[in-house]
């Protein structure tokens, strides 16, 4: 635990907002494709930094190495999980 001087800041930090969000089935569709772009784009730019390949026309993301990439790209796959959980309890 901090010292008391930091030690709003600490919780503030450790606190997350939680939001709930309702959107229609379409506008959920989007959103979902969306992201999936997104964890594609940082897996297929992790692929270039592990071979220094990328698919013809891919523009690689900005980041510092293969092991960025794929926490970047792990966070979006944790994004959509979470999202599509939450789409099949209301199923």
């Not at 569709?29 to 730019?45: I, S, V």
């Not at 980041?63 to 960025?68: G, I, K, S, V």
Request: aromatic letters at 6%; glycine letters at 6%; proline letters at 3%.
């Amino acid at each position: 635990m901090p010292n008391s001087v930091n030690l709003a800041r600490y919780i503030c930090r450790a606190m997350q907002k939680i939001y709930r969000i309702q959107i229609n089935a379409h506008d959920l569709g989007q959103l979902l494709d969306g992201l999936e772009a997104r964890a594609e784009a940082w897996e297929k730019t992790a692929d270039y930094h592990r071979t220094g390949q990328s698919p013809p026309g891919f523009i690689v993301e900005e980041c510092n190495d293969a092991n960025e990439a794929v926490g970047i790209a792990n966070h979006y796959r944790s994004i959509i999980t979470k999202i599509r959980k939450q789409q099949e309890e209301q199923l």
